[in-house]
């Protein structure tokens, strides 16, 4: 009998073994992954901390609040996804960058450089277009 109840309290302390150790590395890799995509940023990161830098702004917020546009169009800009930015906030962020539209977009890659050099003026009328 005693040696029963001490085989069950050992198979008891194997499994809460073996679960824990699998937590253990299933909050490992969740953490390995997360540092991993965070770590490569997003796709125009580099380029606008420059921009930033040069206008002496150093963190996202300030950029968000001099340009006046919220947190989720820095986001998409910084992702590279502007097909969801209105032509209004694009302007906003250029003008606290200290950059015609043309030139931002540009160094975005989202217009060629011969248009800007060519000083296209672009007018881009409406704010929500």
Same mark, same amino acid.
């Given at each position: 009998?005693?040696?029963? $109840? ?18 253990? $590395? ?6 390995? @992954? ?7 940023? &997003?796709?125009? %990161? ?11 702004? @150093? ?21 590279? &996804?502007? %097909? ?15 950059? *015609?539209? *043309? ?14 050099? &060519?000083?296209? %003026? ?8």
């Amino acid at each position: 009998m005693n040696q029963i $109840l001490a085989e069950n309290s050992l198979n008891i302390v194997y499994f809460i073994t073996t679960i824990s150790i699998s937590l253990f $590395l299933a909050i490992a890799l969740i953490k390995l @992954t997360l540092s991993l995509v965070y770590a490569t940023g &997003n796709a125009n %990161d580099e380029l606008l901390i420059n921009l930033m830098q040069i206008q002496g702004i @150093t963190k996202w917020k300030e950029l968000e609040q001099i340009s006046g546009v919220s947190s989720e169009a820095v986001w998409m800009l910084r992702d590279g &996804n502007i %097909d969801f930015l209105r032509w209004g906030e694009l302007k906003q962020i250029a003008a606290a960058l200290s950059l *015609p539209l *043309p030139n931002l977009l540009s160094k975005l890659g989202l217009l060629e450089n011969n248009l800007v050099e &060519n000083n296209l %003026d672009l007018e881009i009328s409406g704010e929500d277009e």
